[in-house]
């Protein structure tokens, strides 16, 4: 469907979410579910990223954040951290180019430090080389936890009150965001979970206070156009309902 018959489709199709987040789960699952590897899940998981990241270009939407390795996901077997390392080396050096054809803009959070030299070089690279790009922004959470990340935010925060820069009382919640991994991005409309999952699982905790939540049954691998057009309209008639309360009480 093309963003004008995208549009066409539903009255408030225009309503769409600036910034839609995403929890790519269940690649595990839908390889089990074939008798295939875990990794051949991770590896379709790649496919339905970038017919996302097409699909949510053509839409109309301006930032997708992608949860593609939590800092909890160290725990897993070392030879599945290590695909995961590997699909996100094989990412960047595949799709880059295209991506930044594309006129995406590239962007990460999460910890560097204590990742493989390479793949910190790799995540530079991509961010440096879109950063004039003004397409959709593609925020890659890496390496990436909420309660880390707010961590990380308050030793900011404290640094500088030691260095004398702020006091006390400059500290509030406007301040603080400042101080997050990617603090000029918005907090995302929508948050999708894929899997059927119902959970955040230390993802965007402080950006999603104000999120809309969607929780679809499909496996990550599945995921397509057709999935993130159905979980906008979900998202829409949250919208749709909550202009309804208004209309009424202004009547
Ligand atoms: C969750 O499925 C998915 C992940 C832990 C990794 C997500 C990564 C990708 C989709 C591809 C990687 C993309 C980049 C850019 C590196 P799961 O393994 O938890 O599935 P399960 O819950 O069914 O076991």
Request: hydrophobic share 40%; glycine share 8%.
């Given at each position: 469907?093309?963003?004008?018959?995208?549009?066409?489709?539903?009255?408030?199709?225009?309503?769409?979410?600036?910034?839609?987040?995403?929890?790519?789960d269940?690649?595990?699952?839908?390889?089990?579910?074939?008798?295939?590897?875990?990794?051949?899940?991770?590896?379709?998981?790649?496919?339905?990223?970038?017919?996302?990241?097409?699909?949510?270009?053509?839409?109309?939407?301006?930032?997708?954040?992608?949860?593609?390795?939590?800092?909890?996901?160290?725990?897993?077997?070392?030879?599945?951290?290590?695909?995961l390392?590997?699909?996100?080396?094989?990412?960047?050096?595949?799709?880059?180019?295209?991506?930044?054809?594309?006129?995406?803009?590239?962007?990460?959070?999460?910890?560097?430090?204590?990742?493989?030299?390479?793949?910190?070089?790799?995540?530079?690279?991509?961010?440096?080389?879109?950063k004039?790009?003004?397409?959709?922004?593609?925020?890659?959470?890496?390496?990436?936890g909420?309660?880390?990340?707010?961590?990380?935010a308050?030793?900011?925060?404290?640094?500088a009150?030691?260095?004398?820069?702020?006091?006390?009382?400059?500290?509030?919640?406007?301040?603080?965001?400042?101080?997050?991994?990617?603090?000029?991005?918005?907090?995302?409309?929508?948050?999708i979970?894929?899997?059927?999952?119902?959970?955040?699982?230390?993802?965007l905790?402080?950006?999603?206070?104000?999120?809309?939540?969607?929780?679809?049954?499909?496996?990550?691998?599945?995921?397509?156009?057709?999935?993130?057009?159905?979980?906008?309209?979900?998202?829409?008639?949250?919208?749709?309902?909550?202009?309804?309360?208004?209309?009424?009480?202004?009547?």
């Amino acid at each position: 469907m093309s963003e004008a018959e995208f549009q066409q489709s539903s009255p408030t199709a225009f309503d769409v979410p600036r910034h839609v987040a995403i929890i790519m789960d269940g690649n595990g699952r839908w390889a089990a579910a074939r008798g295939l590897p875990r990794a051949e899940g991770h590896r379709r998981g790649v496919e339905a990223l970038r017919r996302t990241i097409r699909a949510a270009g053509e839409m109309g939407i301006r930032i997708v954040t992608i949860f593609s390795f939590s800092a909890e996901n160290w725990s897993r077997p070392a030879s599945e951290v290590g695909e995961l390392m590997g699909l996100l080396r094989r990412f960047v050096r595949n799709d880059l180019a295209e991506l930044h054809k594309s006129n995406v803009r590239v962007r990460v959070i999460g910890e560097r430090a204590g990742l493989e030299p390479d793949i910190g070089r790799l995540l530079v690279e991509a961010e440096e080389l879109t950063k004039d790009n003004d397409g959709l922004i593609l925020v890659v959470a890496f390496n990436y936890g909420a309660r880390q990340e707010i961590v990380r935010a308050a030793q900011r925060v404290a640094q500088a009150v030691k260095q004398g820069e702020l006091g006390l009382s400059d500290i509030d919640m406007d301040l603080l965001g400042r101080f997050l991994d990617a603090p000029d991005i918005p907090d995302p409309d929508l948050i999708i979970r894929t899997s059927g999952e119902q959970r955040l699982s230390n993802f965007l905790l402080w950006q999603a206070a104000y999120s809309e939540l969607v929780f679809v049954p499909t496996y990550w691998p599945d995921f397509d156009r057709a999935t993130l057009e159905s979980a906008i309209r979900e998202y829409q008639q949250r919208e749709r309902r909550f202009g309804g309360l208004v209309a009424q009480t202004g009547s």
